[in-house]
């Protein structure tokens, strides 16, 4: 155990985003956390802090002694880092850029981190470094990332359990499949879908990729008990451990969304350089460590995210 995070003093590293405003909430609405939101708002939007958090417009590739002095002021007990560059086509435009972000200025955290005195840390990291591989896909998995993404993540990932061994930096590395729900980020596929046919019968798509969709309220509620139960310089994988093609994601979204049939187009600027063709989480060794499960289906997300793109006026948070 490393603790109870309920009524601690928590720090969100981009809790401004998707995946890290929905920790947010939950911290505060149902752990009675006080909570300070680092974020730089590139990706994030200060509209979907949640109105007790503390904010501070700040971007983690600055210098180390900063960020421990924000640390050291708020007094954190805990830390979780979900600031990064997601979008994986913008790292085959811009690699140094999303390296820098996703693993160099990782260290930055961790170093402060450790200066600050922080009890546990969860780092972020992403399915995407496994590159290709078939079936449910455990920690052990040969790792063989496809986009400088990926490897950026790989390279956090090291970086971690390296700070573990060799300084005692108190993290916890999580691997994190593709997530659905409130406030998701126009540019990945779920949102590009719903927004394609809240126009027409037609959507525009890459390949016909196999992915594992978790509810994003069941993943952070899932990476809090995960922070507080797993182990310092492990590993571990989080999906729904269900999946679905993208065409036949399609498909529900249209049914859902009141469409009897769709017509779908592969269109090649939709096609990644080097595609991972399936992702697909073993939740095994986290289960192990926690015991907090999913409790949103597929079908319930989706009608979820379809339900607060027409709320937002057809328009996504991000």
Known sequence: MNGSIRNANVCVIGGAGFLGSHLVDYLINELNCRVLVLDNLISGKEEHIHTKAEFI?????????????????????????????????DSFERPLHIFEINATAVLKVLSACKAAGVQAILQVSSAEIYGDVKGKINEDAYIEPHSTYGVSKVAADGICRVQWKESGVPVIILRQFNCVGERE???????????????????????????????????????????????????????????????????????IMGKESIEICQVSERVRPWEIWHLQSDNSKLYKAIETRPNVGLDEALKRTIDYFYANGENWAF
């Open 57 to 89: 417009n700040y971007d983690i590739c600055e210098d180390v002694e900063s960020l421990t002095d924000i640390l050291k002021n708020f007094n954190t007990e805990y830390l979780f880092n979900y600031a990064a560059e997601p979008y994986v086509p």
């Open 185 to 255: 980020t126009h540019e990945y596929v779920i949102p590009e879908i719903i927004s394609q046919l809240s126009q027409s019968n037609r959507v525009e798509l890459g390949n016909n990729s196999f992915r594992d969709f978790q509810y994003a309220g069941d993943a952070v509620r899932m990476a809090v008990e995960l922070l507080e139960k797993g182990q310092f310089g492990e590993v571990y994988n989080m999906g729904s451990e269900d999946g679905i093609q993208i065409y036949d994601l399609a498909d529900k979204i249209g049914k």
